[in-house]
T-cell receptor, first 112, second 115 residues
Framework: DSGVTQTPKHLITATGQRVTLRCSPR?????VYWYQQSLDQGLQFLIQ???????AKGNILERFSAQQFPDLHSELNLSSLELGDSALYFC???????????FGPGTRLTVL | QQQVKQSPQSLIVQKGGISIINCAYE??????FPWYQQFPGKGPALLIA?????SEKKEGRFTISFNKSAKQFSLHIMDSQPGDSATYFC??????????????FGSGTQLTVLP
C-alpha cells in the first residue's frame, strides 16, 4: 500500500458525460501527478500540481482539467467524454517537486 | 526525443533464472531513471531507481545497470521467483531536484516466471 488513495475504484459512464476522479496523496507529500494508462498509449503523464499550483503539463486534453485543494487532495475532471477516454487513471504523489513518485491504485474509467 | 524504448515486450524465465529488461532513451537531459513493478489491478510500485552519476545500483535481487554513453539502462532480476511475475516499466525524467518532474515511461515488459 503506497499510502495514496483514489476514488472511485471503478467508474462507468456514457459518452458526452463529465466525471471527477479524486486523489489523496501520502501524508506529507505536497506534489500530485496524474497519469493515464491505456493499451494503445501506455502510461502517459497528464499534469502535476505542487502545493496547490500547476507545475507541469503533459499530454492532457483540453476537455480534461485538474486542481489541487488546500488540504492537498486533487481532483481530475474529465468532460465531454469519448469512448477513447476509457482507461486507467493513476494519481501519484511525492514529497517535493522532484521526489520519488508513489502511485495510487487507480480509477478504471469505462465510457460506453 | 522524449521517448523511452523498452524491450522485450514479454519475457518468460524459469524459477531461479535471471530476468533482464532493457531500456534506451534519446533525451540527454534525463537524469533520473526509476523502474516500476505493476501487478494486475494495482498501481505501479517503485522498485529501484538510479541517477547517471553511478553505473550500477543493487537492492536485494534487483540491479539497475546504467550506460550513459550508450543511453541505455537495464533491470536485472536475480534468482527470479514466480512472485516476480508482473509488468515492469522503466521510466525517465529530466529536471534538477526541486523542479517539476514528469515521468516518461517505457511500453512495459510482461514477465512470467515459471515454477
Amino acid at each position: 500500500d503506497s499510502g495514496v488513495t483514489q476514488t472511485p475504484k471503478h467508474l462507468i459512464t456514457a459518452t458526452g458525460q463529465r466525471v471527477t476522479l479524486r486523489c489523496s496523496p501520502r501524508s506529507g507529500d505536497l506534489s500530485v501527478y496524474w497519469y493515464q494508462q491505456s493499451l494503445d498509449q501506455g502510461l502517459q503523464f497528464l499534469i502535476q500540481y505542487y502545493n496547490g499550483e500547476e507545475r507541469a503539463k503533459g499530454n492532457i486534453l483540453e476537455r480534461f482539467s485538474a486542481q489541487q485543494f488546500p488540504d492537498l487532495h486533487s481532483e481530475l475532471n474529465l468532460s465531454s467524454l469519448e469512448l477513447g477516454d476509457s482507461a486507467l487513471y493513476f494519481c501519484a504523489s511525492s514529497v517535493d517537486q522532484g521526489g520519488e513518485q508513489f502511485f495510487g491504485p487507480g480509477t478504471r474509467l469505462t465510457v460506453l | 526525443q522524449q521517448q523511452v524504448k523498452q524491450s522485450p515486450q514479454s519475457l518468460i524465465v524459469q524459477k531461479g533464472g535471471i530476468s533482464i529488461i532493457n531500456c534506451a532513451y534519446e533525451n540527454t537531459a534525463f537524469d533520473y531513471f526509476p523502474w516500476y513493478q505493476q501487478f494486475p489491478g494495482k498501481g505501479p510500485a517503485l522498485l529501484i531507481a538510479i541517477r547517471p552519476d553511478v553505473s550500477e545500483k543493487k537492492e536485494g535481487r534487483f540491479t539497475i545497470s546504467f550506460n550513459k554513453s550508450a543511453k541505455q539502462f537495464s533491470l536485472h532480476i536475480m534468482d527470479s521467483q514466480p512472485g516476480d511475475s508482473a509488468t515492469y516499466f522503466c521510466a525517465a525524467s529530466d529536471g534538477r531536484r526541486g523542479s517539476a518532474r514528469q515521468l516518461t515511461f517505457g511500453s512495459g515488459t510482461q514477465l512470467t516466471v515459471l515454477p
